[in-house]
């Protein structure tokens, strides 16, 4: 055998095993032996980004792959609202967590998917930098404020804190910013402040460089942040797998309720399993103070959409009213088996 021979022999056993690794490594195949199986036995797609408010989305995962029955469902990750949107127009993601008042919007365009449960409470929050002259807000007059959506909940909250202040829209610059470029854009002065979910908020503070003006609830009591949207075809076609789902989310809410151990432990393997972000932060969100988010209650209800509704529809976003009953499924959230907790703390602890 040749030198040349042995060379090209190494370096192509090299190529392979680098291509096997990699495949091994970064190659959901759950994902795609899944797209393989009969319908009936498909695990569902269900799209998150990493926020808290979805938190109970890779936490029912989890636990699920901890327990005997295996996982539930297949949970994709996003990097934005858009991205989200599109998969659900195209039915590539049977389920998702979005805002309600994009979910509002996509029902409202004939997009066949209905909302069946909430995300979380509270959560979102307005920062500025931490020594820029914003003290109060009506300080903003004049300056610029990102948000993550013109359908999103924290641009409506903005509007709600402007109609206290007496402020005009034409007073206030808002631009729609991806979440994870904020902290960017405000370390260098490109915007004044920031609305936006948890653990961005917590990680301004942490950085150093910006500080929270009020909470979500200061001027929305009972903030709700994102909301679980599901297919219309899943729901008609498969709803045993659907209630299973929200019942997933609403036992995973209740543990994530039970107090600061149960948190931290979320913080740390939702960080480094899911989020790709550092545990320290999501444990900054979800302990400072604990009521920072809430994952109680969470069926959804007929005030919180109808008030969200008006004010898309006051706010140019929406051209058409749209009952509560055409975009939303309580029946999921009505029959969702809470009342007892899984059993898999011991294994949450093992698998650590």
């Given at each position: 055998?040749?030198?040349?021979?042995?060379?090209?022999?190494s370096?192509?056993?090299?190529?392979?095993?680098?291509?096997?690794?990699?495949?091994?490594?970064?190659?959901?195949?759950?994902?795609i032996?899944?797209?393989?199986?009969?319908?009936?036995k498909?695990?569902?797609?269900?799209?998150?980004?990493?926020?808290?408010?979805?938190?109970?989305?890779?936490?029912?995962?989890?636990?699920?792959?901890?327990?005997?029955?295996?996982?539930?469902?297949?949970?994709?990750?996003?990097?934005?609202?858009?991205?989200?949107?599109?998969?659900?127009?195209?039915?590539?993601?049977?389920?998702?967590?979005?805002?309600?008042?994009?979910?509002?919007a996509?029902?409202?365009?004939?997009?066949?998917?209905?909302?069946?449960?909430?995300?979380?409470?509270?959560?979102?929050?307005?920062?500025?930098?931490?020594?820029?002259?914003?003290?109060?807000?009506?300080?903003?007059?004049?300056?610029?404020?990102?948000?993550?959506?013109?359908?999103?909940d924290?641009?409506?909250?903005?509007f709600?804190?402007?109609?206290?202040?007496?402020?005009?829209?034409?007073?206030?610059?808002?631009?729609?910013?991806?979440?994870?470029d904020?902290?960017?854009?405000m370390?260098?002065?490109?915007i004044?402040?920031?609305?936006?979910?948890?653990?961005?908020?917590?990680?301004?503070e942490?950085?150093?460089?910006?500080?929270?003006l009020?909470?979500?609830?200061?001027y929305?009591?009972?903030?709700?942040?994102?909301?679980?949207?599901?297919?219309?075809?899943?729901?008609?076609?498969?709803?045993?797998?659907?209630?299973r789902l929200?019942?997933?989310?609403a036992?995973?809410?209740?543990?994530?309720?039970?107090?600061?151990?149960?948190?931290?432990?979320?913080?740390?393997?939702?960080?480094?399993?899911?989020?790709?972000?550092?545990?320290?932060?999501?444990?900054?969100?979800?302990?400072?103070?604990?009521?920072?988010?809430m994952?109680?209650?969470?069926?959804?209800?007929?005030?919180?959409?109808?008030m969200?509704?008006?004010?898309?529809i006051?706010?140019?976003?929406?051209?058409?009213?749209?009952?509560?009953?055409?975009?939303?499924?309580?029946r999921?959230?009505?029959?969702?088996?809470?009342?007892?907790?899984?059993?898999?703390e011991?294994?949450?602890?093992?698998?650590?």
């Open positions: 055998m040749s030198l040349k021979f042995k060379i090209i022999l370096v192509s056993a090299w190529l392979v095993a680098i291509s096997a690794l990699h495949a091994y490594l970064n190659v959901n195949w759950g994902s032996l899944n797209d393989y199986q009969p319908p009936a498909r695990k569902i797609n269900v799209a998150y980004i990493p926020v808290t408010c979805q938190l109970t989305c890779p936490v029912t995962d989890y636990i699920s792959k901890l327990s005997q029955n295996g996982e539930i469902f297949l949970p994709r990750l996003f990097q934005g609202f858009p991205e989200i949107k599109e998969a659900l127009i195209s039915n590539r993601m049977q389920a998702a967590f979005i805002v309600a008042p994009l979910a509002i996509l029902r409202a365009q004939g997009v066949p998917i209905k909302v069946v449960y909430l995300g979380h409470r509270y959560g979102s929050a307005v920062v500025v930098r931490k020594n820029g002259p914003i003290k109060t807000f009506a300080d903003l007059r004049g300056h610029t404020i990102a948000i993550p959506s013109r359908f999103s924290e641009r409506l909250l903005v709600r804190a402007m109609k206290v202040w007496g402020i005009k829209p034409s007073e206030v610059k808002m631009v729609e910013m991806a979440p994870p904020v902290a960017g854009a370390a260098v002065g490109a004044d402040a920031f609305v936006m979910g948890e653990p961005f908020p917590s990680q301004a942490i950085g150093g460089y910006g500080r929270i009020f909470q979500a609830r200061e929305w009591p009972d903030y709700m942040s994102c909301i679980l949207v599901v297919q219309q075809d899943l729901i008609d076609r498969r709803p045993e797998v659907v209630q929200v019942d997933g989310i036992r995973s809410g209740l543990w994530l309720d039970k107090g600061k151990p149960e948190r931290e432990d979320a913080a740390d393997f939702v960080g480094r399993f899911y989020y790709n972000q550092k545990p320290a932060l999501l444990r900054w969100a979800l302990t400072k103070p604990l009521d920072r988010v994952y109680a209650p969470l069926a959804p209800r007929k005030a919180d959409f109808d969200v509704r008006d004010l898309m006051e706010t140019g976003v929406l051209n058409k009213k749209i009952n509560f009953e055409d975009y939303t499924d309580t999921f959230s009505d029959g969702a088996k809470t009342e007892t907790a899984w059993k898999y011991a294994g949450m602890a093992t698998a650590k």
